[in-house]
């Protein structure tokens, strides 16, 4: 696994945070987190209810090579720097068919939406993405999640979007290049 930095972020409210790897230890956070999540978060992020994660699921999960699998936590930071909560998680996993593709999923526990963990998430993860090659991320939501195509707006233009059925929605983003805005993209 390559090393990536942690990133320190400060939430709205004054809470401190980090985002970093994904590491073989986060499968308990991943389950208290899977419980945390209200029946709407368990439909925005995995298309249904979820009631648990597997055993060779929650490896997959944490055992990220940081190319073709991506994956960072949000931690909530306590006043002397130490994690006290782990709150979010973004990952993208490559494409077979295409290196540049990668599905892309995130999430947070519903008390900690709406403080700007997502974005700094998305905009760690966007910038790991990049530096892997990747340059498009593909997106599954239901037709009435708002806020995970705005999220994902702000890391790419939307290039192509398409009704899945089901109530889903596959969208194609083209990241924009670390360091821009995307007001200065073409």
């Given amino acids: 696994m390559n090393a990536v930095s942690s990133e320190l972020v400060p939430l709205r409210g004054?809470?401190?945070?980090i985002t970093r790897q994904i590491r073989p230890a986060d499968g308990a956070?991943?389950?208290?987190?899977?419980?945390?999540?209200s029946p709407t978060g368990h439909a925005y992020r995995f298309l249904q209810?979820?009631?648990r994660f597997t055993e060779p699921e929650l490896h997959?999960?944490?055992h990220c090579d940081f190319v073709d699998h991506i994956a960072l936590i949000l931690a909530i930071l306590?006043?002397?720097?130490?994690?006290i909560d782990q709150v979010g998680v973004a990952r993208c996993?490559?494409?077979k068919e295409d290196p540049q593709l990668a599905e892309v999923a995130i999430v947070l526990v519903d008390e900690w939406q709406r403080h700007g963990g997502g974005d700094a998430l998305l905009?760690?993860?966007?910038?790991?993405a990049w530096d892997a090659g990747i340059r498009r991320w593909l997106a599954f939501s239901l037709e009435d999640n708002i806020a995970a195509p705005r999220l994902l707006a702000r890391r790419g233009d939307l290039v192509s979007e398409r009704r899945a059925g089901s109530g889903a929605v596959e969208t194609i983003y083209a990241l924009h290049p670390?360091?821009?805005?995307?007001?200065?993209?073409?």
Avoid: C, F, N
């Fill in 49 to 51: 209810y979820r009631k």
């Fill in 178 to 186: 670390p360091g821009s805005s995307p007001q200065t993209v073409a």
């Fill in 29 to 37: 956070a991943l389950t208290r987190g899977l419980a945390r999540l």
């Fill in 60 to 62: 997959y999960l944490t």
């Fill in 14 to 17: 004054g809470t401190s945070a």
């Fill in 93 to 95: 996993i490559r494409t």
């Fill in 123 to 128: 905009r760690h993860l966007a910038r790991l």
């Fill in 78 to 83: 306590d006043r002397d720097g130490r994690e």
